[in-house]
């Protein structure tokens, strides 16, 4: 399976940007896809995710109410729609396949793809 991430830019603090991200192989068969991020000398951490099938979604605490995660199954794409960004939002973009198990969802380990990332740089 391969992933292309796109949407990344730079936006003014209170602004918003949507990501996408476009899985593609013959073999695609994850429950899940999601959303993490890494910024400058940080871990990856879970942003949000979505099941592919029920659409049930997943959202960490500190993009709760800000960010919504949603995916068009026929065109197999995850997007993440940011509003209110902020400069601490600031981080590289990873979307990521797979199928976790209940909180495994939250750990960059049980995904089993992953895209190359996206720049978002909010300013101040």
């Known amino acids: 399976v391969q992933l292309q991430a796109s949407g990344g830019g730079l936006v003014q603090a209170g602004g918003s940007l949507r990501l996408s991200c476009a899985a593609s192989g013959s073999s695609f068969s994850a429950r899940s896809m999601g959303w993490f991020r890494q910024a400058p000398g940080k871990e990856r951490e879970f942003v949000a995710a979505i099941r592919r099938f029920g659409l049930a979604t997943s959202y960490a605490d500190s993009v709760k109410g800000r960010f919504t995660i949603s995916i068009n199954n026929a065109k197999n794409t995850v997007y993440l729609q940011m509003n209110s960004l902020n400069p601490e939002d600031t981080a590289i973009y990873y979307c990521?396949?797979?199928?976790?198990?209940?909180?495994?969802?939250?750990?960059?380990?049980?995904?089993?793809?992953w895209g190359q990332g996206t720049l978002v740089t909010v300013s101040s």
């Open positions: 990521a396949t797979g199928s976790p198990v209940n909180t495994g969802t939250y750990f960059p380990s049980t995904w089993a793809n």
